[in-house]
């Protein structure tokens, strides 16, 4: 885990997490048919409904992370992403600790994401697996399939 990793709302309009947004597109790109990529463009993480973080390392960036409002008791985790620098150091389970504060404070009941199901996204369903989540029925606009994997947690 990075010691003093520094977690705070950002408004997307810096390069760095301009950056990383476009790379994590790229590789949602890459990873999955056109159809089944679900990450949002930076456009619309700036929406009112979405509460965006960025992960900082003294001034480097080391990911990013949002949560959505589905309704008044649940919430949708969004582009969460370490950079590529950074996978494996704990970047991606301090986001999530911070949204699942973010989404108790909302009072929400419930959080729920979408990622994919195919090898590259393998560390990402352990690290919600390991939290709590666990595997849900489409909810939203998403659909069961071979590429996406819908997770809940209560809370």
């Not at 990911?63 to 409002?69: E, N, S, V």
Request: net charge negative; with cysteine.
């Amino acid at each position: 885990m990075i010691e003093n990793l520094r977690i705070a709302p950002d408004d997307l309009t810096g390069g760095p997490v301009l950056a990383l947004l476009q790379f994590h597109l790229g590789e949602m790109h890459q990873w999955s048919p056109a159809c089944s990529v679900h990450a949002m463009p930076a456009e619309r993480l700036r929406q009112p409904d979405v509460l965006f973080f960025a992960a900082w390392d003294g001034d480097t960036l080391a990911g990013c992370g949002a949560i959505k409002h589905l309704d008044e008791a649940h919430g949708e985790l969004k582009s969460m992403r370490a950079a590529p620098d950074y996978r494996g150091k704990g970047v991606g389970k301090a986001i999530l600790l911070r949204l699942l504060e973010v989404a108790r404070a909302r009072g929400y009941t419930r959080v729920s994401l979408e990622t994919g199901r195919p090898e590259p996204f393998r560390a990402a369903q352990n690290l919600y697996l390991s939290h709590g989540f666990a595997e849900c029925p489409p909810f939203g606009d998403y659909v069961s399939d071979d590429f996406s994997l819908c997770m809940t947690k209560a809370l």
